[in-house]
């Protein structure tokens, strides 16, 4: 069982193994299906060096006898290497499972384990892709549709003979996505069985959620929404063109600044990072970075729902309100907010107003924009 990643994509700020779902880690969960099996296992858990003590602590002590905890290595096929190491002489057929599909039915793995010996060959689960998939090129324009009825999801565990895959990994020379890849690489063949829904991987804090409703009583938990606010000011700069939400106002002085100067984009950056709890545009976007160097709110803006995305943090609505003398958004509002809603694929509402002649934005220096965002969070 190969439990040492980092988890970084899960953000939960320990390993993923440890992380607890319903009260339980996933490493537990991992385990439990196995010790239902009535064929009998020898378990070998790997995990990160520094975290073989608390994982032992983790085994049942019933289950003491067949489990085993051993450090892992820097990459998971380093990893499935050490655990190989630890596979008991006399075993014939190795799974190969990851403890992140910690709700891998138990029927799954008997499915695998006889299906390699009767065949003698590796053995994988897997789903029927639903999707439909296009292939692309490196621009991103669309080149083809792929046949789908020849596409599997992958799933583990994954199992082989165990003569043939320590035979398999003594001769790799390249990191492999899994180990059906480096097994068929080395000649051997592999065939597919049914894989399981449950059986699906917790990768990202959205999968998390999922794995509580499941772990749980299976009622929805309360999403938790979240607020924030970003601020931004510049100056005005008659030698640069006005981009301004993403728009090109021609005739208008432009805003100083290390990229185009966008404030409306700027604040909604940082009023967004503020909301999900990632940060700030300085912190993710620095000025020191030449590759922000002229950038475009768009770039920010996107980049910004990217990273809201992979925390698993969705944008519910968005409202920019911007302080200024020019340029007048009147005319322009809707062709702003439709361009930002697009972007961030949420409702956006821009709005403007003066200060009456006062301070820096009633001089004509310059302008503010105030934006706050509403975030949808999973649920911890």
Known sequence: MVAAGSGTRLAAGRPKA?????????????????????TPWQIVVVVPAELVDEAAALVPSRAAG????VAGATTRQGSVAAGLAAVEPGVETVLVH???????????FELV????????????????VSD????????GSVTATVDRSELVAMQTPQGFPR?????????????????????????HEVTVVPGASEAFKI???????????????????????????????????????????????????GLAGHSDGDAVAHALVDALLSAAGLGDIGSRFGTADPRYAGASGEVFLTATRAILD???????????????????????????????SILLGAPVSVSATTTDGLGFTGRGEGVTVIATALVEVAAA
């Not at 607890?20 to 239902?36: F, K, M």
């Not at 067949?66 to 905890?69: E, I, L, N, Y």
Request: aromatic share 4%; with cysteine; glycine share 8%.
């Open 163 to 187: 003569r043939a895959l320590d035979e398999a990994y003594a001769a790799a020379t390249e990191e492999h996505t899994d180990d059906a890849a480096l097994f068929a690489l080395a000649g």
């Open 203 to 253: 990768t990202t804090p959205w999968d998390l959620a999922r794995a509580e409703m499941l772990a749980g009583d299976g009622r929805p938990r309360a999403t938790p929404l979240r607020t924030g606010v970003g601020i931004d000011v510049h100056g005005f700069d008659a030698e640069q063109p006005l981009r301004l939400g993403t728009l090109d106002w021609p005739g208008e002085a």
């Open 132 to 139: 439909t998939i296009k292939r692309v090129d490196a621009g």
């Open 310 to 340: 992979e925390a698993g943090a969705r944008i519910v609505n968005a409202a920019v309100q911007v302080v200024g003398n020019r340029p007048r958004l009147a005319a322009r509002r809707s062709a702003m907010e439709e361009a930002l």
């Open 18 to 38: 440890f992380v607890e779902v319903d009260g339980h880690t996933i490493l537990e969960r991992s385990l439990r299906p196995i010790l239902l099996s009535s």
């Open 98 to 108: 990851d403890s992140a599909r910690c709700f891998t039915p138990t029927a799954q």
């Open 66 to 69: 067949f489990v085993s905890v």
């Open 113 to 128: 384990a006889e299906t390699v010996e009767r065949l003698g060959h590796g053995v994988v689960p897997g789903l029927p």
